[in-house]
């Protein structure tokens, strides 16, 4: 019997790294090719980068030169981190208010926010580029604002359900002790909240910076982020098309990420299974 | 009570921001996309009430309207099914003993982060590369390619995530349930049938509802690998209703009729799903 499970285990065991392995196979190539020249890249893509073929990392200064990859990845980090900080902490706040306030104007805001979560974005995105244009939004800081409304949805829903577990004699202590509304909430409650702000700021932080047609459309004439300079790097490149430098840009691309969750891999995991379970 | 009462009077600072953002990127423009809908326009200040026409040349005017709403659905099927089947399976082995689950997690999740553009740019790469080597094609050659090769993204972006859902509901499972069931000398399948899957309703409704809605909307991955080649035909909705607004003369409005049946479409299969799902689930 032991045995027999050990040698279950051993199969599941390799039967899991083949898997993994060939997981990894679509990064790696375009890792293998982003380090050979323009021609071999179409050439002969399967073949390991060799003297003929090794192209140092001519294809990343070439491509970062003509996609202005540093200008996208500084707009990137900002609209991101700005964003993400931004909605982290009003939609925190609006959501104690609507747990709190038993109101009809608060449960219409409610629903109002549960429903925005399952539009597509196809639904609103030409109006909105026109409302963004005419309140002077589409620029690096106005779309923080559209983040933060479109946002809203998913990061309430997710406050709410949990502030509502939290019992409210705590604020009714804190109130009576004398705090005012302002600090029972940065003092009492926020600092309980901090485990679903991280989930709120995950979720966040990693729609926004993988979007592309919310920028493309209303900052992406003049603006590019990584996801619009990508694009545009393959769309605008007429005739002989420069893929080894298409492929830097990819790798250039996809290592924030890989930083990003190397750094934070547990919280990340954790971050949005909480946010699925909750929501 | 007494907190709500201090609170009431609040309302500007803690939820007025929020409220203010989500007017100007949600409400009003839902408001006015529904309201244009019915109009003829180029750039909304010059909008014409038509009417239904838009929605009647949405329908009628070409296939490819009802084609990409075809492809979406059987693509959705496809790949909800897949996603699911092999995320599951994924979570049942990697909450066995065995040794390095921990980075085997993190490799099938790691795709996860990526998003949809550079994703669609990866595999436009891998695919064309075998296609060529194999049958001297490349993804604008036939939408079977394409099709499948958008089945093959989707499910190595989302696999990873659903995988770590199970994997929450799995180990949520309480032993003795198990232990009970191995006591009656249970097999594989019926413990698999009888104990995990009921055990794990919650997940699965979670799950579902976000392989469904994301497939339903997908489009980034859809620009980036196949751009609709061949010939639109791989074109799921989301794409359609884009290149309707953007590619097309004067088609603003057709556009957005098209986007209200896409919302309507998109919220209605939600609706279902939950109802359908949620009343499965038991009290654990």
Redesign the interface.
């Known amino acids: 019997m032991t045995s027999r499970r050990k040698v279950q285990a051993v199969i599941g065991f390799l039967a899991l790294l083949i898997l993994a392995i060939i997981y990894m196979i679509p990064l790696a190539m375009v890792l293998m090719n982003s380090l050979k020249g323009n021609l071999f890249v179409s050439q002969s893509p399967f073949a390991l980068p060799d003297a003929q073929s090794f192209s140092a990392f001519q294809n990343y200064t070439g491509g970062v030169e003509k996609t202005g990859f540093f200008k996208a990845l500084g707009l990137s980090l900002f609209i991101t981190i700005i964003s993400t900080v931004v909605i982290v902490l009003v939609t925190s706040m609006t959501a104690w208010y609507i747990a709190r306030v038993k109101a009809w104007y608060t449960t219409v805001l409610y629903y109002l926010f549960v429903f925005s979560m399952i539009v597509p974005f196809q639904m609103v995105m030409f109006t909105m580029s026109k409302v963004a244009n005419v309140t002077g939004l589409d620029n690096p800081l106005g779309i923080i604002v559209l983040y933060t409304g479109f946002g809203a949805g998913l990061s309430v829903f997710i406050y709410v359900g949990f502030i509502r577990s939290i019992p409210i004699e705590l604020e009714e202590a804190a109130m009576i002790d004398g705090a005012s509304t302002w600090s029972v909430f940065f003092r009492v409650i926020f600092p309980i909240l901090r485990p679903t702000a991280m989930t709120i700021a995950i979720l966040n932080a990693m729609w926004i910076w993988n979007d592309y047609l919310l920028p493309y459309l209303v900052i992406g004439s003049q603006w590019q982020t990584i996801p619009i300079a990508v694009r545009s790097y393959m769309v605008g490149s007429y005739g002989q098309k420069d893929m080894g430098g298409f492929m830097a840009m990819l790798v250039l691309a996809i290592i924030p990420i890989i930083v990003f969750f190397l750094i934070g891999q547990k919280s990340i995991i954790k971050g949005v299974t909480a946010g699925a379970v909750k929501g | 009570m007494?907190?709500?009462q201090?609170?009431?009077k609040?309302?500007p600072?803690?939820?007025l921001?929020?409220?203010l953002?989500?007017?100007?990127?949600?409400?009003?423009?839902?408001g006015?996309?529904l309201y244009?809908s019915f109009t003829s326009f180029r750039t909304?200040n010059d909008a014409r009430w038509v009417g239904v026409q838009n929605y009647v040349t949405a329908f009628t005017e070409n296939n490819d309207f009802l084609h990409s709403l075809g492809f979406t659905v059987v693509f959705t099927v496809v790949s909800v099914i897949s996603v699911n089947v092999i995320a599951f399976a994924?979570a049942m082995?990697?909450t066995?003993?065995?040794?390095?689950t921990n980075?085997?997690?993190?490799?099938?999740?790691?795709?996860?982060?990526?998003?949809?553009?550079?994703l669609g740019?990866?595999?436009n790469?891998?695919i064309n590369?075998v296609l060529?080597?194999m049958f001297s094609q490349d993804l604008t050659y036939s939408a079977t390619y394409g099709f499948w090769g958008l089945v093959i993204v989707v499910n190595?972006q989302m696999i990873g995530?659903m995988m770590?859902?199970y994997i929450?509901g799995i180990q949520n499972i309480p032993s003795e349930v198990m232990e009970a069931a191995e006591i009656d000398a249970a097999g594989f399948w019926a413990k698999l049938f009888q104990v995990t899957l009921p055990m794990l309703a919650?997940?699965i409704t979670?799950?579902l509802f976000?392989t469904l809605?994301n497939c339903?909307?997908m489009?980034?991955q859809n620009?980036?690998l196949t751009d609709g080649a061949p010939n639109n035909e791989t074109e799921g909705l989301?794409l359609n209703?884009?290149r309707t607004?953007y590619a097309i003369r004067n088609h603003?409005g057709v556009?957005?009729a098209k986007?209200?049946v896409?919302?309507i479409f998109?919220?209605v299969v939600?609706y279902l799903q939950l109802r359908a799902t949620r009343s499965k689930e038991i009290d654990a």
Do not use: E
Request: aromatic residues 22%.
């Open positions: 007494r907190v709500a201090y609170m009431k609040w309302f600072v803690f939820a921001p929020t409220f953002a989500f007017i100007l990127a949600f409400v009003v423009p839902f006015m996309g244009l909304v994924l082995a990697l066995r003993a065995i040794k390095g980075i085997f997690r993190a490799v099938f999740f790691l795709p996860n982060l990526i998003g949809g553009i550079v740019y990866v595999w790469l891998l590369a060529k080597a190595w995530y770590v859902i929450a919650g997940s979670i799950c976000l809605s339903l909307k489009f980034d620009l980036a989301a209703i884009y607004f603003q556009g957005q986007a209200v896409f919302f998109v919220s939600a």
